[in-house]
């Protein structure tokens, strides 16, 4: 399943290198947010929206679409 969310109301701009997050703020129930996660890679997580950032042993993927308009 996809999920699509439209941020073009938000007018976000950007310049070099960014991170993409996510944050599950609901509890959507077993089997209904799935990731793929690898082995002997490594990602990064936190408890809560401002807690602080730790290492965990496994590399999650999380794919994202973005379409790039340069309108200057």
């Given amino acids: ?5 439209d941020l073009s109301k938000h007018m ?9 997050t996510l944050e599950q703020v609901k509890d959507l129930g077993p089997g209904k947010l799935l990731f793929y996660a690898a082995p002997l890679h ?3 997580s936190r408890r ?6 730790k ?3 496994v590399g999650i993927s ?3 679409d973005v379409l ?4 200057k």
């Fill in 62 to 64: 999380l794919s994202v």
């Fill in 1 to 5: 399943q996809t999920m699509v969310i």
């Fill in 55 to 57: 290492s965990i042993p």
């Fill in 42 to 44: 490594k990602s990064f």
């Fill in 68 to 71: 790039v308009r340069n309108e």
């Fill in 12 to 20: 976000i701009e950007v310049e070099g290198d960014f991170l993409v």
């Fill in 48 to 53: 809560t929206s401002q807690g602080a950032w």
